[in-house]
T-cell receptor
């Protein structure tokens, strides 16, 4: 059973550019959540995808968008990059949804993509 | 979203028990208490969770106060590999995403 993988591991972009980060979820998982972790801070929830639809969003502007594919892998896209977007971007996969106890299933995190915006 | 309060940092000696406290005085009846940890240069990993009763697994134990306003993560014998940031998180309430709301966490140092 392979775990959650993310690509690329590191990325350097300049302000104003666009970036796409990728995540392959753990086998059997249908839910993907994305988090942003600034240096020295805890991860912040960006949004979640369940069966290819966005299901919940944190306090991030619309230039942060995502996709989930039929195989449950996912992409995070960030347009018009700003310096403050420099962070570690984490993807987490899990099973279950709906507000019941399955919503609290363990989330399995990937190693993250370190994005630097110059 | 209910909030948690943890000490910024703690130290422990290797092979000694560690008790990591968490206060969550505004916890609601449907909130589960989850603990995750983040080792250096890695994504967070699940440690344990509970609702009302104390819980044990292969990694740790979770002791939950009777009024549920606080909890303690117990590592029975700390190893150098346990040096990490430990996050206490409440999940549930009105959220249907099960999203994790991370605070600053407690940075645990383990001394040989």
């Amino acid at each position: 059973e392979t775990g959650v993988t993310q690509s690329p591991t590191h990325l350097i972009k300049t302000r104003g550019q666009q970036v796409t980060l990728r995540c392959s979820s753990q086998s059997g998982h249908n839910t993907v959540s994305w988090y942003q972790q600034a240096l020295g801070q805890g991860p912040q929830f960006i949004f979640q995808y369940y069966r290819e639809e966005e299901n919940g969003r944190g306090n991030f502007p619309p230039r942060f968008s995502g996709l989930q594919f039929p195989n449950y892998s996912s992409e995070l896209n960030v347009n018009a990059l700003e310096l403050d977007d420099s962070a570690l971007y984490l993807c987490a996969s899990s099973t279950g949804l709906g507000g019941g106890p399955s919503s609290y299933n363990e989330q399995f995190f990937g190693p993250g993509t370190r994005l630097t915006v110059l | 979203d209910a909030k948690t309060t943890q000490p910024n940092s703690m130290e422990s000696n290797e092979e000694e028990p560690v008790h990591l406290p968490c206060n969550h005085s505004t916890i609601s009846g449907t909130d589960y208490i989850h603990w995750y940890r983040q080792l250096p240069s890695q994504g967070p990993e699940y440690v344990i969770h509970g609702l009302t009763s104390n819980v044990n697994n292969r990694m740790a134990s979770l002791a939950i106060a009777e009024d549920r306003k606080s909890s303690t993560l117990i590592l029975h014998r700390a190893t150098l590999r346990d040096a990490a940031v430990y996050y206490c998180i409440l999940r549930g309430g009105s959220s249907n995403t099960g999203k994790l709301i991370f605070g600053q966490g407690t940075t645990l140092q383990v001394k040989p």
